[in-house]
């Protein structure tokens, strides 16, 4: 929602409908994808078990499946915002593909997909498909991104630690290091 252009008179949310909030060129998309040397089945029921998300992705706080299908998700945001909403999961194949899209209310509207694709001596290649309305328009998605807090940047690094996470049994970190500077 852009405070901006409803002032202007043109509106950019869609009152909770996702797919015409996302039509055409409206929205931001993401495409984030790493291979990962496990099976498609494997990295698929860990991604499926929701509820472990915020284990993974950092910028989730918490997900709880309802059971039906939906979820109700927060996450954090720019500025120590919380956003929450609630979604339905759209197909569920298992080992190949998740695909999901918010429901009305959503602080943020958004729609996406997980894929797992077969890389054969490779693993598996995880790609996270995202289309979302964010909060300010194009304009509340640069912001976010200068402040490292855009979706894009988010899946980026959290697919990357994952993977080391998976690969290696532990997620990269600069913590305890030293700059590399000379002493003065």
Known sequence: YCQISESLGRGTRADGDTREALAGSRGVNVCEAVTIQRSTDELYREWRNLEALPEKMQHVQSVQEMGDGTSHWCASG??????????????????????????????????????????????????????????????????AWLMRQEPSQQIREDLRQWKSRLEAGEAPTTEGQTSARAAL
């Open 78 to 143: 720019p500025a120590g915002k919380t956003f929450e909403w609630d979604a339905e999961i759209l197909q569920d194949i298992p080992g190949k593909l998740i695909s999901w899209r918010s429901l009305p209310g959503a602080d943020v509207i958004s729609a996406g997909s997980v894929n797992f694709d077969d890389a054969g001596v490779h693993g598996t290649r995880v790609t996270v498909r995202l289309q979302y309305d964010p909060p300010g328009g194009k304009i509340g998605a640069y912001v």
